[in-house]
């Protein structure tokens, strides 16, 4: 195995949030990590899957279907859904039954609580996506609005609310995220909700001392995305 292959990054990354648990004097079993998988083949998830990795990210509709019917034959794969999501694909996410962690208004919840109805499946688990520092292009609710969002959501008896998450402003340096991060935690205490899904690759160990319980981890574990612009880089787009 080269020491730059999926398994060796997977297992710094993984030893890397094991370590912040311990400064943090949390359990490494708290902290699920989700292998953000988007721009990348089907065979680099299986390399991930190989290396025990079942927790994966996409962050498109498109992408997500075509990689789980690719990938259909692998058990316990669990997919999360963490890009923005318009209401007409609601149908592919709930057939799949991925985690969605972006639901950020109550029309989308709407739509994803029917289409799990539509599709005979059981409870959906959802998270709320926040948009902690205010920024105009960025998807996610209010901070303002978190209370009421998941009062709606609650009352939809197809979702499974599960908790927060959030995409803070881009800094320079990791510590910049902090205190987005400890903000989401506080509105997540506020609602009641046990899961916090924050960190990304550059800010993934403070995300943990912040008392994330989902990581999501793309570039540390899969390397740059081949070709990935400006826009599907970055996981937000229009619709
Ligand atoms: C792309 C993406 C990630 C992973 O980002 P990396 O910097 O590659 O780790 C995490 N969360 C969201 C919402 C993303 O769009």
């Not at 025990?52 to 034959?73: I, S, T």
Request: charged share 25%.
């Amino acid at each position: 195995m080269s020491p730059h292959g999926v398994a060796a990054r997977l297992a710094a990354v993984r030893s890397r949030i094991a370590e912040a648990c311990a400064r943090a004097g949390r359990a490494p079993e708290d902290v699920v990590l989700v292998a953000v998988s988007k721009g990348h083949p089907a065979a680099r998830i299986r390399e991930a899957y190989a290396a025990g990795q079942r927790v994966f990210g996409e962050n498109y509709v498109q992408d997500l279907v075509a990689k789980a019917e690719a990938l259909g034959d692998l058990p316990d794969l669990a997919w999360h859904f963490i890009g923005h999501l318009q209401r007409n694909k609601a149908k592919h996410v709930a057939r799949l039954g991925a985690t969605v962690e972006t639901v950020d208004r109550v029309r989308l919840a709407e739509a994803l609580d029917r289409a799990v109805e539509r599709a005979g499946a059981g409870p959906l688990p959802v998270l709320i996506q926040v948009n902690v520092g205010g920024e105009e292009q960025k998807s996610g609710c209010r901070p303002d609005d978190v209370a009421a969002l998941a009062a709606a959501v609650r009352a939809l008896p197809r979702l499974a609310l599960q908790g927060l998450m959030t995409v803070p402003p881009l800094g320079e340096h990791p510590q910049h995220a902090r205190p987005h991060f400890a903000r989401l935690r506080a509105l997540r205490d506020e609602a009641g909700l046990a899961a916090l899904s924050m960190g990304m690759s550059a800010d993934r160990e403070v995300a943990v001392e912040e008392g994330a319980t989902l990581v999501r981890v793309g570039t540390a574990i899969f390397g740059p995305r081949p070709g990935a612009g400006p826009t599907r880089g970055s996981g937000e787009h229009a619709g």
